[in-house]
C-alpha cells in the first residue's frame, strides 16, 4: 500500500493549475526531473531489433540472402557485470545476460557470479515489447555516481551497481516531469510538478490527455497530493508507479 505523506501542498490550487497551461509551460520546463529508472540494456546492439524490416537494405545480394538472413536475425547475447560498488574495482556480484532477438525484442537473465547457479530470468519494472515507440527495457534507480547506477534488489539478492554508458540507445535515464501521466495502483494520476525527491499529483482526468475531436473537458481543481520518493517506493525499493500512454493515443 503506498505510503501517502502527510503534507499537502500549500501553494493555491489555482496556481499549479496555472503550471500545466500554456501559459505555465516555461515553469514545467524549469522543474527539477525525478530520475526514475534506467535503460538496462547499455551498449547492446538494440537497432538489431528492426533487422527483419530491414532484410531488402541489408541483403542485397541474391546469392548469399539465405546466409545473410540467417546472420542479420540472429540473437545477439550481451554481458553486462554488475557490481558492488560503482567502480570497475569493485568486486563482480554477477551479470545481465541480455538477448536481443530481431523482430521479437528484448529479454533478460540474472546470472550471479557463482556459474555453477543457473541465469534467472526478470522482467524489468519498465517494459514494453512494441520498440517501435522507443526502447522502454528500465529498472528503478536506487542511486547514482556518474554513469553508474544502483539497482535495488531483485532477482539479485541485494542492491548492485550496473555502468550504463552516455551513448546509451533511447532514453538513458527515463525521469517523471511535470505534466506527464503516470500510473499506480490500477489509476492514472497527473504530475503537477516534480522534484528529486518527491512528486506532486493528483488524479488523471480525462482532459489531461484527449484524444477524442472537439475540445477537451475542463480540468477540475482538484488539491494535490505530495509523495515523497520513499512513498513511492516497495519494500525492495522498486518504484510502485509506472509511465502511462508510451505509445500516445
Known amino acids: 500500500m503506498i505510503r501517502r505523506a502527510l503534507d499537502v501542498a500549500r501553494r493555491p490550487v489555482w496556481i499549479l493549475l496555472f503550471a500545466i497551461s500554456s501559459g505555465g509551460a516555461a515553469e514545467l520546463r524549469g522543474q527539477e526531473l525525478f530520475p526514475a529508472w ?86 524489468p519494472d519498465v517494459f514494453m515489447g512494441d520498440w517501435g515507440y522507443g526502447y522502454y527495457f528500465h529498472q528503478t534507480i536506487a542511486d547514482r555516481s556518474g554513469d553508474w547506477f544502483k539497482l535495488p534488489r531483485g532477482p539479485w539478492p541485494t542492491p548492485v551497481w550496473l555502468r550504463v554508458p552516455p551513448d546509451t540507445e533511447g532514453e538513458r535515464v527515463m525521469a517523471v516531469r511535470g505534466g506527464d501521466i503516470i500510473e499506480m495502483e490500477g489509476s492514472g494520476w497527473y504530475v503537477v510538478s516534480s522534484s528529486q ?37 516497495d519494500s525492495d525499493g522498486h518504484l510502485v508507479i509506472q509511465p502511462k500512454n508510451l505509445k500516445g493515443c
Not at 482532459?207 to 477524442?212: K, Q, S, T, Y
Request: glycine share 6%.
Open 38 to 123: 534506467v535503460a538496462m540494456y547499455g551498449s547492446a546492439p538494440v537497432a538489431r531489433l528492426s533487422n527483419e524490416y530491414r532484410i531488402a537494405e541489408v541483403c542485397t545480394e541474391s546469392a548469399t540472402m539465405e546466409d545473410c538472413y540467417r546472420e542479420q536475425m540472429a540473437p545477439s547475447l550481451v554481458s553486462m557485470p554488475l557490481h558492488a560498488g560503482p567502480s570497475d574495482g569493485a568486486s563482480v556480484v554477477g551479470e545481465i545476460l541480455l538477448v536481443v532477438t530481431p523482430g521479437r525484442g528484448l529479454s533478460a537473465f540474472y546470472r550471479a557470479a557463482a556459474l555453477s547457479v543457473a541465469p534467472v530470468y526478470f522482467m
Open 197 to 233: 525527491d518527491y512528486l506532486l499529483l493528483r488524479p488523471e482526468q480525462p482532459g489531461d490527455m484527449w484524444c477524442a475531436e472537439g475540445d477537451p473537458p475542463a480540468i477540475r481543481e482538484v488539491e494535490p497530493t505530495r509523495f515523497l520518493r520513499v512513498d513511492l517506493l
